[in-house]
């Protein structure tokens, strides 16, 4: 079991420093937890903060009404427990308590007891991860030390991306600036303009045409070198 886990983290570890988008990742990661753990379902909630809210983001169960279930909030369900307490919460028949939201569908879906433990980032939860037996089941703590580390990871999946975004996005501010730059250079050397009301016509023209000033810029400098 010990050398299926071990397997199992690498797997997951390559998934995460790898080019595969977030939703394949945490896909992957609720497949192979609940082969895993032997979970009837697996899924990965996250947390909107604005809305105090918790969806669905990934799990491998094929059921559509289950995938298709509405954003629950954080204080009136079994998931936020593990928010708000940041811990992990479980339940032993789901189907019995009165705090679960969709009793109807652990019915229909065949799901008894539950685990969900938080996903932390820096201190922060950012959702959970839940993990669903087709029986009455009592949670070991091994069993909910290991949930918790695939939330450890699921995690720092999502913190990655949020990161590599953030990278992506200075990069390409960075580039924005430079490409404004140099078309403000153009209109100053063609139309004989200081630097202010070079930018000041880059800009009207981005407001006239509902453009972004980097794309008038693409267009000033594409322009230019067209006329060369």
Do not use: W
Not at 169 to 188: D, Q
């Amino acid at each position: 079991m010990k050398e299926k886990q071990l397997n199992y983290f690498s797997l997951i570890s390559e998934a995460i420093v790898s080019d595969k988008y977030i939703e394949e990742i945490l896909n992957l990661i609720v497949a192979m937890t609940a082969q895993l753990m032997g979970s009837k379902v697996c899924s990965i909630m996250l947390l909107d903060e604005k809305k105090d809210e918790l969806f669905i983001a990934a799990t491998q169960s094929l059921s559509t009404q289950y995938r298709s279930k509405a954003p629950i909030k954080v204080g009136q369900s079994v998931s936020g427990k593990a928010v708000t307490g940041k811990k992990p919460i479980t339940v032993r028949d789901v189907r019995k308590d009165s705090s679960y939201m969709y009793p109807q569908i652990a019915e229909k879906e065949g799901i008894v007891s539950m685990l969900a433990v938080p996903m932390t980032v820096k201190g922060d939860i950012i959702g959970v991860v839940n993990s669903y037996t087709e029986s009455e089941h009592e949670f070991s703590a091994s069993e909910i030390n290991m949930l918790q580390a695939v939330a450890n990871q699921a995690a720092v999946a999502i913190e990655n991306t949020r990161l590599r975004n953030e990278v992506l996005k200075a990069r390409k501010e960075i580039e924005n600036r430079k490409k404004i730059e140099k078309a403000k250079g153009l209109l100053m050397q063609q139309l004989g303009i200081k630097e202010n009301e070079a930018y000041e016509r880059i800009r009207k023209k981005s407001m006239d045409s509902r453009k972004t000033m980097a794309e008038v810029a693409e267009a000033v400098i594409l322009t230019a070198e067209l006329d060369r």
